[in-house]
């Protein structure tokens, strides 16, 4: 039996895509007490969250950072990075734990972050990037976590075991050719996620230009090409990854670089059997396959997770779990 002490959780954000997964999932965490739930704004009126009917109980109050300081032991922040860059070091220096989902803190090269990331001037003191299957000591000491963006869970951890294991040419760069459903734009209405202009359509954006290639080049330490596309889904993200690995290269060494994950518990290796959205809506799972070339030089992976869990509200809850010793399955699985 779990005897692990409630612990009081606060939210700024719990009005978006992301923050209502958020909620949902803490909400049935048996170590959880939800004991603020705010929305991005302190011009937001309270109000219930029909889809969290007897999920939560509450209602989400108008942003205040004093409130969220005083009742929480850890606070997820799910607002636009602007505000994160401000909520997030006074909650630090008061004591309190952040879980942030924006990309405010994702960046350690300061001259990167500054081009990204304008509203953070600095990085707390003991943050750590919360690309939870590679970083767990980092998570379980930070007092600030920055959740990876969507973009860079998939790729990340598709390429990542390759390039520990001397696997990828970074020399050649890597390719990544992404879809994605219309919430990870956000819950904020554009011409760019109406329904009539997407719906029947598939749309390339961000090309050259996409800041979650930051993310993906600080760890790899290899140039990638990003190329995003907007597909009409709800949820989801597919990533086809073009990488080079030294000529003959063989399959056992892919199999034995992708070992990594043999206990990793939302990470599924499905080889040459490419995964799809469907399989991973949902769930805080991340499927990876790929394919190599009969001469053993070129990979093909593709990399799949929902964009709303695994990309953000699941991703954020697991490093939630770590930080607090808890099995990071608790209210994922």
Request: aromatic fraction near 6%; charged fraction near 15%; include cysteine.
């Amino acid at each position: 039996m779990n005897t692990y002490p409630q612990i009081r959780v606060g939210i700024a954000g719990a009005t978006g895509y992301a923050g209502q997964e958020l909620l949902a999932l803490l909400a049935r965490h048996p170590n959880v007490q939800v004991g603020t739930a705010m929305s991005s704004s302190a011009d937001s009126a309270a109000r219930p969250l029909p889809r969290l009917a007897r999920v939560f109980t509450g209602q989400v109050e108008p942003l205040n950072p004093d409130k969220l300081a005083g009742e929480s032991d850890v606070v997820f922040l799910a607002v636009p990075e602007q505000a994160a860059a401000t909520l997030a070091p006074p909650l630090v220096s008061s004591g309190v734990r952040v879980i942030d989902l924006s990309g405010a803190f994702r960046i350690r090269d300061t001259a990167a972050r500054s081009r990204w990331y304008p509203a953070t001037k600095t990085l707390p003191h003991g943050a750590a990037y919360g690309l939870t299957e590679h970083y767990k000591n980092d998570v379980r000491h930070a007092s600030l976590v920055a959740n990876p963006g969507c973009y860079p869970t998939a790729a990340l951890l598709a390429l990542l075991p390759l390039s520990k294991a001397g696997l990828l040419d970074a020399s050649a760069g890597v390719i990544v050719d992404a879809k994605s459903g219309i919430s990870g734009a956000g819950r904020a209405p554009s011409d760019r996620t109406h329904f009539s202009e997407n719906h029947g359509s598939v749309a390339a954006y961000g090309v050259f230009g996409h800041r979650h290639v930051a993310e993906m080049e600080q760890e790899l330490g290899a140039a990638v090409t990003f190329v995003p596309h907007l597909v009409p889904l709800d949820r989801g993200i597919l990533e086809t990854i073009y990488a080079t690995v030294p000529a003959g290269t063989s399959d056992a060494q892919i199999i034995d670089a992708m070992a990594v994950y043999a206990d990793e518990p939302f990470v599924r290796l499905t080889g040459d059997a490419l995964p799809e959205i469907k399989h991973v809506a949902w769930t805080n799972f991340c499927d990876i396959g790929w394919r190599l070339d009969a001469s053993g030089k070129r990979l093909v992976l593709v990399s799949c997770l929902d964009n709303l869990v695994k990309g953000a509200a699941g991703q954020a809850l697991q490093n939630f779990n770590v930080a607090y010793g808890l099995d990071e399955r608790t209210a994922l699985l």
